[in-house]
């Protein structure tokens, strides 16, 4: 067969699944996933990026708040934090909050209140974000290859950090189960004797060390990473 086509992505599904079966090992899960979107604001419109994430996001990686409450931000669907440098991109200041920002997806269209102002850390990082809304299972969730709620697609990187003394082997030596307890690959023509881990399978990598492996399929390579503290799950699929 061929060698496993490798993405530093995977499904939305997954850090739910390990959430329920390391509940005890793991201190903080999050997804985040990239949309290439339109902001608009009255007749001007700018091409770029949103990050939908989930609420732990903000308490894993070092973003310091300029302005209002990132917390509070992905606790509330209907607000946006915006980096400094797409602020002053669409704005031309900062001092953006309350203001209202238009965002043109694939097939809706959603006003969201300005509710934060965030600095990326000074040094690179793995991470692009733009902006940040909280992760919504109901915003464009059929996406063309980027479908939320299917273990078959990968649209989001998955992040856990671990509880003080675990070790990553533990959550290593579980992640074949979860393929194999909730994946059916019938779609994927397995052969007779196959388990879905054999087909689809996971695994942890530092994102200390994630921008280094250029062997993913869909990693953006760039400078330090924001934390060495924290493990991306990454997806194998044959």
């Known amino acids: 067969g061929r060698a496993p086509y490798r993405l530093a992505t995977t499904s939305s599904l997954l850090i739910p699944a390990v959430q329920e079966t390391f509940g005890d090992d793991i201190e903080l899960a999050a997804r985040a996933r990239s949309l290439d979107i339109t902001y608009r604001v009255g007749a001007e419109s700018f091409k770029d990026k949103v990050v939908a994430v989930d609420q732990p996001f903000n308490d894993m990686f070092a973003l310091d708040t300029v302005l209002g409450s990132l917390e509070n931000t992905l606790r509330d669907t209907a607000g946006i934090a915006l980096s400094e440098n797409l602020a002053r991109k669409i704005f031309g200041s900062t001092d953006v909050l309350d203001r209202t920002l238009t965002i043109e997806y694939p097939t809706s269209v959603v006003d969201y209140r300005v509710t934060a102002v965030y600095k990326m850390p000074a040094q690179n990082s793995i991470l692009e974000l733009p902006a940040l809304i909280s992760f919504d299972e109901t915003l464009e969730p059929a996406l063309q290859l980027a479908a939320l709620g299917t273990w078959y ?24 189960a979860i393929s194999d307890n909730n994946v059916d690959v019938t779609p994927m023509s397995p052969g007779p004797n196959s388990k879905p881990s054999d087909l689809l399978f996971f695994d942890l990598s530092s994102i200390s060390d994630l921008h280094l492996d250029q062997d993913f399929q869909n990693v953006r390579g760039a400078g330090n990473p924001v934390t060495v ?3 991306a799950v990454i997806a194998a699929l044959i």
Do not use: C, E
Request: charged content about 20%.
């Open 153 to 176: 697609q990968a649209p989001v990187a998955s992040y856990l950090k671990l509880r003080p003394g675990v070790n990553a082997d533990t959550i290593r030596s579980g992640l074949d």
């Open 229 to 231: 503290q924290t493990f």
